[in-house]
Every structure is written in structure tokens, then in C-alpha cells.
């Protein structure tokens, strides 16, 4: 059976690494299995749910390079729960419910004051044809409730096992027990489904195989489970894995705003930089950069997934992301170097990758190797008479040892006192590439305007 998995985001926000490294995970699942990745937009919601924000997170996929082979809209199948819902409806499975939300707050508040849990007590179950008209007739309309495969004390029946367990591809053996939950709502007031019977009926027909998703919906998976049961469903198999918390070891929840995927694109990130901080965190395998998804796919089990939370820190994605750039060669860049307006070839690139943290860094030394700059001169005379010692071009790496040597023993100056005036000097800057390798690429007339204090 083909490997077919999906990613289930609500176009009601925009994407950030929390829901990106589920989409992540279920695609490197699919790659490497030869199957299907879906991208299933949950947008039942239709307050909420917006064009923009659905062309946001197909924007933001084909970004990270998680090209879907299929996408899927639950709005437009809507009439399919509803056959769905009717089938169930048929088998005693969902019951119509006309309490208000106020009402069922009350009904909690009253359980739990008498030291009981605030499930819901079924009278919706328990109406009669008449007393359902009645309520009808006075403008209330139902929500449907999935009667899940219990038995309240009070029906007198035969108690039903309300254990539901399977073996979690992440998390080892997981149960759930029903008899601690309320009847699910299903079916809302105006028809609409909700996530836990939509997503059910979407994975029967899409044949998904796996369900690769955060460890918050483990309760809802036992949920689920029965309502695969009472369709007849095989359930794909379960993968829960941890969420991400911060560096400090709190929530991410409150910040994801900020930790948006456009947030990452705009920052000048490196996909394969979010793609391989995302697929590595929480895993036995070290978080290093990766040049191609095909990689982080041949690394890729389920099984090196840790339990543990894990710890998102923006400051290492940047660290990864730098360390990325420092490995990649002038052919990989070339052409959104030529995007930024750099056309230095292999020689800059080589010269200033290693101190780059975003490909946009490299603007910096592109403008100190080929254009003006004001230069900041700290020892007048010492860069005075290093401007009379620059020797004649054509120029190449080992030009910088042997012009420092001529101003060492014009000066008598060495270490610090001789090298960082003509740092200052020549690139404005106290720090940066190698000289050896810059020199050149500034050239002469730049560096002896420069050595003199002239803009240049």
C-alpha cells in the first residue's frame, strides 16, 4: 500500500515552526517511502478561514521546497460529511443536543461543584420525538453529538470496554479512555463539521496511511479511533510527536506569531536552513545543515524522535543557518548572489562566505571589495607611508604577507599595532574575511585612496 500522508493547517493564520516541522515530518515520512504527500486546508471555518492565508501557506511550502502532490479543501466537501454524518445518524452513533452554550457551562459548573467531572450527562440522548419538536419549533437548532462506545450508569446496560490503545510510532504504547469524555460534538448548529469527524472521514478517503502530528491531539486520536470503528475504517497508523518549547523552557504558544515561516523568508533565512532545524530538533541525530532535502530524508525515522520537548532557540536557526552559507560553493550561490546585485565570482564568495549569517550580509563586503567606503583611519602616518609601499599589481593571496612585511620594517610596528590600522583603514571595519583574500579584490587605486584617508 502507498505511503500517503497529509498536512491539515487551517487557513486561519499563518504557518511558523511549530505546525511547519509537522509538515516536515509527514513529508520526509512520505519521500522517503516513495508515496503521496496532501495538503489538506482545514477551512470549514468560515469566519476565519481567508484566501490570503490559504495562498500564504501554499507560499510558504513551496518556499521550504514541500511541493504536495495533491491538495485537498474540506470546504468543498461538505456534502460528503453530511453523508457521512446521515450514516451515522442511521446507527444510533450521533444524537441531536439543543443545549446553548450557556447552559452546558452551567451544567460544569454544577458537576464540578458537586465533585463530579464536567462530562457531558447525554440528555440529548435521552429526548423524546416530541420533546425535540418542541424545542425545534421554538428556534433551537441542534448540534449532533458521537455517542462514543460507552454506557452511562444510568442507562442500566452492560458496562462497554471505554479503553481505546494503539502503538504510537513515536510514543510506544498510548491508551485513552472514553468513559473520562464527554460525547464529542460532531456536527455544529449550522451544519458545518468539526475537525474530529471531518478529519476522520478525509483520511478514509484519501487512503492516508499515516497520521504524523503533535502529541495534543493523542486524546483526540482515542476519539477518532472510535469513529473509524463505527464507519467500518481501518485507522491509518499513529505518530505523535513532542511540541517545541523556547530556549528558556516555556511555551512556545504565546510567540509563534513572531516565529512565523514569512518571518524566517524575510529575515533572509536559508530554506534548507529552516528545513533542516525543524526535521533534526528533538531527534537522536545531531542538527547540522544540510545541503539538500534528499538528505535530511535518507536520515529520516520515526523512531529517532524523541518524547522530549523540543527546545527551539531563533539564535541557533541563525547559527545553522550561517554554518550552512560557510559550506556552500560559488555555484550554489552564484545566482541569488547575481540577485543581490554581487557579480564578484568564486573569488569573493570564497573571500567573505565565512562571515555571512543571511546570503544579504554579503552586500556588506561586496561594497568594501568594489565600492566606496569611507575608510577610518587610526595611525595617519603608519597608513601614509603603507600607501607609498603598496606594490604594483597584478595582485594575489600572498600579496598581503609580503606587503605587511614592507610596512613592518618601514614602521617597526607589529601584531595589533601594525594590522589594525590598515584593517580600519581599507574596509572601515574592525573585523571581517581575511586581508589576504581581500586585498585583492579591493585592488590598488582603491587601497591606496583609502591607506590616505580619501573615500574610495
Not at 358 to 364: G, I, N, W
Amino acid at each position: 500500500m502507498t505511503t500517503t500522508v497529509r498536512f491539515a493547517p487551517s487557513p486561519t493564520g499563518k504557518l511558523h515552526i511549530g505546525n511547519i516541522r509537522t509538515a516536515i515530518l509527514n513529508y520526509l515520512l512520505a519521500m522517503k517511502a516513495g508515496g503521496t504527500f496532501i495538503l489538506r486546508l482545514d477551512d470549514t471555518d468560515r469566519e476565519r478561514s481567508t484566501e490570503a492565508f490559504a495562498e500564504g501557506i501554499r507560499a510558504d511550502l513551496h518556499w521550504l521546497g514541500l511541493d504536495w502532490q495533491r491538495e485537498e479543501h474540506q470546504s468543498a466537501r461538505l456534502a460528503r460529511y453530511a453523508e457521512v454524518a446521515e450514516t451515522l445518524k442511521a446507527a444510533g452513533r450521533l444524537y441531536p443536543c439543543y443545549e446553548s452554550g450557556e447552559e452546558l457551562d452551567r451544567k460544569r459548573k454544577r458537576q464540578l461543584a458537586r465533585g463530579l467531572p464536567p462530562i457531558y450527562d447525554r440528555a440529548g440522548l435521552k429526548l423524546t420525538a416530541e420533546e425535540r419538536a418542541k424545542l425545534e419549533a421554538e428556534g433551537r437548532r441542534p448540534h449532533w453529538r458521537f455517542r462514543l462506545p460507552n454506557t452511562d450508569s444510568a442507562s442500566g446496560l452492560a458496562p462497554l470496554p471505554t479503553i481505546v490503545s494503539w502503538n504510537d510510532l513515536i510514543r510506544g504504547d498510548q491508551t485513552v479512555d472514553l468513559g473520562s469524555l464527554s460525547d464529542p460534538v460532531l456536527i455544529r448548529e449550522d451544519g458545518t463539521p468539526l475537525y474530529t469527524f471531518a478529519g476522520v472521514v478525509d483520511d478514509i478517503d484519501f487512503a492516508i496511511t499515516h497520521i504524523v502530528r503533535g502529541e495534543d491531539h493523542v486524546t483526540n486520536s482515542g476519539v477518532q479511533l472510535a469513529i473509524f470503528e463505527a464507519l467500518g475504517a481501518t485507522p491509518p497508523a499513529l505518530a505523535h510527536h513532542s511540541l517545541l518549547i523556547g530556549a528558556d523552557g516555556h511555551a512556545l504558544s504565546k510567540r509563534l506569531g513572531t516565529l512565523s515561516i514569512e518571518t524566517f523568508r524575510n529575515e533572509g533565512l536559508e530554506p534548507m536552513a529552516v528545513l533542516s532545524h525543524a526535521a533534526l530538533l528533538g531527534t537522536s541525530d545531531a542538527i547540522e545543515p544540510h545541503g539538500h532535502i534528499d538528505e535530511l530524508a535518507a536520515l529520516f525515522d520515526l523512531r529517532k524522535i524523541s518524547t522530549a520537548p523540543g527546545r527551539f532557540d531563533p539564535v541557533e536557526l541563525k547559527a545553522l543557518n550561517a554554518k550552512l552559507l560557510h559550506k556552500r560553493t560559488f555555484a550554489d550561490a552564484a545566482d541569488k548572489l547575481a540577485a543581490l546585485g554581487i557579480t564578484g565570482g568564486a573569488a569573493f564568495w570564497e573571500a567573505v562566505r565565512g562571515n555571512v549569517t543571511v546570503l544579504a550580509d554579503a552586500r556588506e563586503w561586496w561594497q568594501v571589495t568594489a565600492g566606496e567606503i569611507e575608510p577610518v583611519i587610526e595611525n595617519s602616518d603608519m597608513t601614509a607611508k603603507a600607501a607609498a609601499l603598496l606594490p604594483p599589481e597584478p595582485w594575489d593571496e600572498a600579496t598581503w604577507s609580503a606587503f605587511t612585511a614592507e610596512v613592518a620594517k618601514a614602521t617597526g610596528l607589529k601584531g595589533r599595532a601594525l594590522f589594525h590600522p590598515l584593517r580600519l583603514a581599507l574596509t572601515g571595519r574592525d573585523s571581517g574575511p581575511e586581508l589576504k583574500a581581500l586585498l585583492p579584490l579591493i585592488g590598488r587605486t582603491r587601497a591606496e585612496a583609502r591607506l590616505l584617508g580619501r573615500r574610495g
